[in-house]
């Protein structure tokens, strides 16, 4: 199984709001990733969970706050958001592949719209 | 650092034909893996194929194969009998073994034709 599951599939959000994606797998995999994905772009990394704990936060505004509460879950909490970051939240994990190289499997996205 | 690059912005292929997107590669890592992702217009990754720098042969997954060429450091991906459900935008990738991140290429985006 190589399922990673995302709610929700869209959201809708004022820039006064909070909210938050939520990142589930269930593969024993260890490290967590969130990307930003804007249209006709490769995916953009924003943080990296490694057993837990943040081990890449890739100069991310504040406004995103990740959380890691175990090894199979991870969530995005957003607040204060601006038009601009409106774009496709991926969430993926990693196993180690031959060559010691990260094999990444993907989630089906958050569309976030904020208004 | 590495880098990756998919120099076709946009390709067409008539269904049932093969079709080759092109990536190339740079890094001074013995080590790393290369990987192919379709993204459909619906904005899932989906994970197609991968080849790991170690690899003797090729890797194949049904109708996908990655034409490795270490010495000219590319990483072909061939579909064999296109399909319309084939029509998406396709990313090449790598990782290396001492970062967890994905280097990312531009991306291609493939339309078949019926």
């Known amino acids: 199984d190589t399922e990673v599951t995302q709610t929700p599939k869209h959201l809708v959000m004022g820039m006064t709001n909070k909210k938050s994606l939520k990142c589930e797998q269930h593969m024993g995999h260890r490290a967590m990733y969130w990307y930003k994905q804007k249209a006709k772009k490769p995916p953009e990394l924003m943080f990296v969970y490694s057993y837990e704990k943040l081990s890449i936060n890739e100069s991310v505004p504040s406004r995103f706050s990740p959380e890691c509460p175990n090894s199979s879950l991870l969530n995005l909490h957003l607040h204060a958001l601006q038009p601009e970051d409106s774009a496709l939240y991926l969430c993926?994990?990693?196993?180690?592949?031959?060559?010691?190289?990260?094999?990444?499997?993907f989630g089906p996205g958050t569309r976030l719209t904020v208004l | 650092a590495q880098k990756i690059t998919q120099t076709q912005p946009g390709m067409f292929v008539q269904e049932k034909e093969a079709v080759t997107l092109d990536c190339t590669y740079d890094t001074s890592d013995p080590s790393y893996g290369l990987f192919w992702y379709k993204q459909p217009s619906s904005g899932e990754m989906i994970f197609l194929i991968y080849?790991?720098?170690?690899?003797?042969q090729n890797a194949t997954e049904g109708r996908y194969s990655l034409n490795f060429q270490k010495a000219r450091k590319s990483a072909n991906l061939v579909i064999s009998a296109s399909q319309l459900g084939d029509s998406a935008m396709y990313f090449c990738a790598m990782s290396l073994p001492s970062a967890r991140q994905l280097t990312f290429g531009s991306g291609t985006q493939l339309t078949v034709l019926p």
């Open positions: 080849q790991g720098s170690y690899d003797q």
């Open positions: 993926a994990s990693s196993r180690r592949g031959s060559s010691g190289s990260y094999e990444q499997f």
